[in-house]
């Protein structure tokens, strides 16, 4: 299907597991981001890729890690998952620095 | 500290009656973006807006940019039920950047 997508939708995890979040687009947009969604905190930007094997950190990237060696896939990684990184977490992409940004369906991750 | 203050943080009103949302900072922004997020989705963009003072209509909901680019506000005009949502702002603070700031949101809830 077209679009962006993310796997899995929901995601329960305990303390010190590793944990992976894909993310999944079909338009070949060079730019993909990571944000997490937490109560009273809006969306915040975890990491970020400009183009295949270019990755950046935004403003939350500590505990996670991101790899980008094909345009359309962005995993995101939790190496050892902490109960702080129980939240909503959205992928987004899009063609240029100008463009909208259109965003995945979102994974809800629990840590337990 | 949240760069992007969005006020009300909760709103529930009757269907028909006006509301607005603020969205306000101290940093200047180059352009501005609101978006609406439904339950169990990822957040679609409504509106950018760039220029300072500008005004842009979508049907009911009204967007102003402030003559300074540091805050923003989103006018609804007869509330429907199809407006429910949580309403979040997010600013780009350098032209150009890829990066995207989001405010805490606004979540809306119209009563039929």
């Known amino acids: 299907d077209a679009g962006i997508t993310q796997s899995p939708r929901y995601k329960i995890t305990e303390t010190g597991r590793q944990v992976t979040l894909m993310c999944h687009q079909t338009?070949?947009?060079?730019?993909m981001f990571w944000y997490r969604q937490d109560l009273g905190h809006g969306l915040r930007l975890i990491y970020y890729?400009?183009?295949?094997?270019?990755?950046d950190k935004g403003e939350v990237p500590d505990g996670y890690v991101v790899s980008r060696s094909k345009t359309e896939n962005f995993p995101l990684t939790l190496e050892s998952a902490t109960r702080s990184q129980t939240s909503v977490y959205f992928c987004?992409?899009?063609?240029?620095?100008?463009?909208?940004?259109?965003f995945g369906p979102g994974t809800r991750l629990t840590v337990l | 500290t949240q760069l992007l203050e969005q006020s009300p943080q909760f709103l529930s009103i009757q269907e028909g009656e006006n509301l607005t949302v603020y969205c306000n900072s101290s940093?200047?922004?180059?352009?501005l973006q609101w978006y609406r997020q439904e339950p169990g989705e990822g957040p679609v963009l409504l509106v950018t807006?760039?220029?300072?003072?500008e005004v842009k209509k979508l049907k009911r909901l009204t967007f102003q940019f402030g003559d300074a680019r540091k805050d923003s506000s989103l006018h609804i005009t007869a509330a429907q039920p199809g407006d429910t949502g949580l309403y979040l702002c997010?600013?780009?603070?350098?032209?150009?950047?890829?990066?995207?700031?989001f405010g805490t949101g606004t979540r809306l809830t119209i009563i039929p």
């Open positions: 987004a992409s899009k063609e240029t620095a100008y463009n909208e940004q259109f």
């Open positions: 338009w070949s947009h060079s730019y």
């Open positions: 890729s400009a183009a295949a094997d270019i990755t």
């Open positions: 940093s200047v922004f180059s352009s």
């Open positions: 807006v760039v220029t300072g003072g």
């Open positions: 997010a600013g780009r603070l350098v032209f150009g950047n890829e990066k995207l700031t």
